[in-house]
């Protein structure tokens, strides 16, 4: 009777193995065919290997109590390692020498702005590419705003000087009066599989010495009490939500709030 059950338990098992086999061979075939990727045969099951395993975590993730939501996205065949080898700044960079220059106006300062909506002052979410060039794109984006609501229209300008702001408060008047804000922070993990919501993360650190990605925040927000950064990336539009991401703003969150600069054109 036992020799008859355990052999009942390991056919049921294999039988689930087998159905988890087929559907984690599917989702990947359909995910490649969206972001037309090819690969040969060792490299196929490798992939897929990787592909299920963040396909797990995302799953995990979605399933408990947490402020964004992660999704499969053009990453999602990719360790970290291998996404922050390319996407990522190869040395993290140390902010802690910048010395804040911005001098903050008396506010009182908008709950919410948002300078896509202000008129043609944010151009199209841009893709990096892999390489770590995301410093590039954040200023580049920074300096078409910038000049956008000087002149009224969006120009391709040369290296200007830089206003560093040292904390979330000059950033948001920085924000709220200026123009958008050009910041780094530290990418993790967590945040290469993002879909949406606010970010936030327990795997960063809240630290000068650890950012690793330049973006550009076009302005804040809040929601159910918890206060946020718009956020544009340079991984493309089909990544976050159409290339932008909500961080969680007045936390200096993965390091934002030292890293951060724009232009006086």
């Known amino acids: 009777q036992f020799s008859l059950s355990l052999l009942l338990c390991v056919v049921y098992q ?66 970290f390692g291998e996404f922050r080898k390319s996407f990522l ?27 896509r909506k202000k008129g043609n002052y944010v151009t199209d979410v841009k893709n990096q590419g892999p390489c770590g060039s995301c410093w590039t794109f954040s200023t580049t984006g920074c ?6 609501i000087a002149t009224g229209r969006l120009l391709p300008l040369s290296e200007q000087q830089l206003v560093d702001c040292y904390n979330e408060m000059e950033m948001v008047d920085a924000v709220a009066t200026r123009n958008p804000v050009s910041f780094a922070f530290e990418v993790t993990s967590d945040f290469m599989l993002y879909s949406k919501g606010v970010y936030t993360s327990t795997e960063c650190h809240n630290t000068t010495d ?12 809040q929601d159910n009490g918890t206060t946020y950064w718009i956020v544009k990336n340079s991984w493309g539009s089909s990544w976050g939500m159409n290339g932008y991401f909500f961080i969680e703003r007045g936390k200096n969150m993965c390091g934002l709030a030292a890293c951060s600069s724009f232009p006086v054109v």
């Open 89 to 115: 700044w190869s040395e993290p960079q140390n902010c802690s020498a910048t010395k804040g220059s911005y001098i903050s106006s008396n506010g009182p300062h908008p709950v919410s702005i948002d300078w």
């Open 210 to 221: 650890k950012v690793n990605h330049a973006v550009l925040a076009v302005g804040y927000g």
């Open 14 to 79: 294999t039988h689930f193995d087998i159905i988890a086999l087929f559907s984690d061979d599917f989702h990947f075939k359909s995910w490649m065919a969206q972001h037309n990727k090819v690969y040969n045969t060792q490299e196929y099951y490798e992939r897929l290997q990787i592909f299920t395993e963040n396909k797990r975590r995302i799953d995990k993730h979605n399933e408990g109590n947490h402020s964004f939501t992660m999704a499969l996205n053009q990453f999602s065949d990719m360790t």
């Open 143 to 148: 300096l078409e705003s910038v000049a956008a």
